[in-house]
């Protein structure tokens, strides 16, 4: 299982995001399983609107909301709990919340993969980002 955080949901669906072609080209190529949080969803969902990207808001919500190719995770009330510990134990970093209750489900799941262009993920030391 892969688990896709937003960074690379918004390259796919950007067409002007720096990232768009070489997210699309391994977008294509990854044959596991895909994941991802309704967190990252919020994000990515967010991201897309505010950045004047409505018509894609519409594609990505029919592609991961509206179909079965995404398992989404919800945030538990212990997800939560370890994601503040984690936001706390590590401030001398730039995580966001999100970013580590994505870190919090990956080790919930056992994930050991990322597909992310954000380099949070690297820091984590605990996953293979992708690409």
Known sequence: MIFVDSSAWFAIYSRRDANHSIAAQTLT???EQ???SDYVIDETLTLLRARGENERVEAFG???LESNLVK???INEQDFASAWTIFRTFADKAWSFTDCTSRVVMQRLGIRQ???FDEHFR????VTVLP
């Open 123 to 126: 820091q984590f030391g605990t």
């Open 29 to 31: 190529s990854i044959q």
């Open 34 to 36: 895909l994941a991802t």
């Open 72 to 74: 989404i995770v919800s």
């Open 114 to 116: 990322a597909f992310a």
């Open 62 to 64: 029919k592609r991961v």
